[in-house]
């Protein structure tokens, strides 16, 4: 089960990829399948949650999963993509014991989605909360939510946004909707 990610949510918000960044205990990796999902890409920069997960989906074809700093390997990624996909970014680490994410990793991530702009992607954000509270991961990003928001306009300058439930807390997903 993923920590905040359910499938009524992510049921809302189809296409044939998912894609996230965050991989933890697969949580979320199990949940887009569940939802039906063609094709699953999760990126994780912890080798012990990278070798779990590898484990827990080692026989299901449809799942991909990448070991690496989203902030260095998610431009990849992106550039495989050729059908706009639903993308879930974890804006918080749930262990801070490796120390080579970047506090500003959303950011890249979100000016890596700005540069591939043809494709209408749906983009969720998790942790609104900590966004807001700017306790990223020892850092902050500076101007908050709204420069959050700003940066998904860089994707797509007709996203319409709403904010969805999560596990945890109300209004905690950003959703950028392409219309």
Known sequence: MSLTLTAEVLRRYPNAVFLETGTHHGGAVAVALECGFERVVSIEIDPK????????????????????????????????????????LDAHRHDNSIDVRSPTALIQEL????????????????????????????????GGLDSVLSKMLDI????????????IARCDILVGLAR
């Open 111 to 142: 000016d890596v989605l700005a540069a591939y702009p043809a494709v209408a992607h749906s983009v969720l954000i998790d942790d609104v909360r900590v966004i807001r509270s700017g306790a990223l991961w020892g850092g902050s990003i500076h």
């Open 49 to 88: 949650y990278h070798a779990v997960a590898a484990k827990r989906f080692e026989s299901d074809s449809r799942v991909e999963l990448v070991l690496g700093d989203s902030a260095l390997v998610f431009r990849e990624v992106i550039a495989s993509l050729n059908s706009p996909a639903t993308i879930w």
């Open 156 to 167: 797509n300058p007709n996203f319409q946004f709403r904010f969805e439930n999560n596990r």
